[in-house]
């Protein structure tokens, strides 16, 4: 597959464009707006080392919306035109992080971790059909996933302890430079002791 077919002949800056054209600049998202948290996604996967399909897939990582956030939706039907920008595999990534059941992500994690298994699954949310993952797929998941939420977890409502142990889980299954970058951020978790 040459760099046109899978969305590596892109430049950052056309897909940054890309996603201004949406008007995802003009959307709030964690104390900022939306497409500043997109590209801090990107940037924070790049510097953990991450290859460029899924720092793309980190770009467009909430594109379509997901389970937690619903205040901006690329329509489904935009998902060809999304998978010429950034290529199949990246764009597969964000889909299955748009629209899964996060509690299935965290189970089909598990799995894995277990080990043994090859195959994996995660629950489309919104009823559709059950999503096929292959071990490789469900990194790039859990990776793309992990490091949305490593960007925004300082600033998150949600708070600190927030589906963390998944997210532990979710580091050990990307591997070293991934739980390197958890327990960095984790490092900066306020005191809740004071002192």
């Known amino acids: 597959m040459g760099e046109a077919?899978?969305?590596?002949?892109?430049?950052?800056e056309e897909l940054w464009a890309f996603l201004a054209s949406l008007g995802t600049a003009e959307v709030a998202h964690t104390g900022g707006d939306f497409l500043h948290?997109?590209?801090?996604?990107h940037r924070v996967l790049e510097e953990a080392g991450a290859d460029e399909a899924v720092c793309r897939a980190g770009l467009f990582h909430s594109i379509y919306g997901t389970e937690g956030f619903q205040d901006f939706s690329l329509p489904l039907a935009e998902r060809?035109?999304?998978r010429a920008l950034i290529g199949e595999r990246a764009e597969f990534a964000a889909y299955c992080n748009c629209v899964m059941d996060r509690a299935t992500l965290d189970a089909a994690v598990a799995a894995a971790l277990r080990g043994g298994e090859q195959r994996f699954e995660i629950r489309d949310r919104a009823g559709g059909p059950s999503i096929a993952l292959t071990r490789a797929q469900l990194a790039d998941l859990a990776e793309v996933h992990l490091f949305d939420w490593l960007e925004q977890v300082a600033r998150s409502e949600r708070g600190w302890g927030y589906r963390r142990e998944?997210?532990?889980?979710m580091a050990t299954l990307v591997g070293r430079r991934a739980v390197a970058a958890y327990e960095?951020?984790?490092a900066e978790e306020p005191s809740a002791g004071g002192g």
Do not use: I, P
Request: hydrophobic share 45%; net charge positive.
């Open 184 to 186: 960095r951020v984790f």
């Open 166 to 169: 998944a997210y532990r889980d």
């Open 37 to 41: 948290h997109l590209r801090a996604v």
């Open 5 to 12: 077919a899978n969305g590596s002949a892109r430049s950052n």
């Open 80 to 82: 060809a035109r999304v």
